[in-house]
């Protein structure tokens, strides 16, 4: 013997039902969703006024900012990135090289091909700061002079 069975048309007795009951205790159930949410549920269902333009809105498309001439400054960074910054913006300028431990020694890596660095200075940079890849610091010569020492090598005060 064979059954069967087909969808009949409308909603399941089940669902019919459940809905009714959900449709009796609504007041019941906003009422606990804004107990739980802080009247959070209430506050979300009501609809919200958009903002209206008063007036004409007139944009006005001027030329960019000004742009200030770059004022460098050499900086060890706390994660031991020797970098030149721009002393009005902040903004990094250039990588060039790390101080990195090597034998228990800090030692100033310059930031170039054979140091194994993907981004490397450029070759005037690195002409100039040759001499000063190696360095070792010490309590006699520490971070701070070395970025002064890469300063006067650069040129920049």
């Known amino acids: 013997m064979v059954e069967i069975i087909s969808k009949r048309d409308g909603p399941r007795r089940e669902d019919a039902q459940v809905k009714r009951l959900i449709e009796q205790n609504r007041s019941t159930i906003v009422r606990l969703a804004d107990q739980i949410s802080g009247g959070g549920y209430s506050?979300?269902?009501k609809p919200r006024q958009q903002p209206k333009a008063e007036g004409l809105i007139i944009h006005v498309g001027g030329s960019a900012a000004p742009v200030t001439e770059a004022k460098p400054s050499i900086?060890?960074?706390?994660?031991?990135?020797?970098?030149s910054?721009?002393?009005?913006?902040?903004?990094q300028l250039h990588h060039l090289g790390d101080i990195r431990n090597r034998g228990?020694?800090?030692v100033f890596v310059l930031a170039t091909k054979q140091n194994g660095f993907f981004s490397p200075v450029d070759e005037i940079v690195a002409e100039a700061l040759a001499d000063m890849d190696g360095s070792r610091l010490a309590a006699t010569y520490t971070?701070?002079?070395?970025?002064?020492?890469?300063?006067?090598?650069l040129g920049i005060d």
């Open 75 to 83: 900086h060890v960074t706390m994660n031991g990135r020797v970098i």
């Open 143 to 153: 971070e701070e002079q070395l970025a002064a020492d890469i300063g006067a090598k």
């Open 85 to 91: 910054k721009d002393q009005n913006t902040g903004r």
């Open 43 to 45: 506050a979300s269902r």
């Open 104 to 106: 228990g020694d800090q």
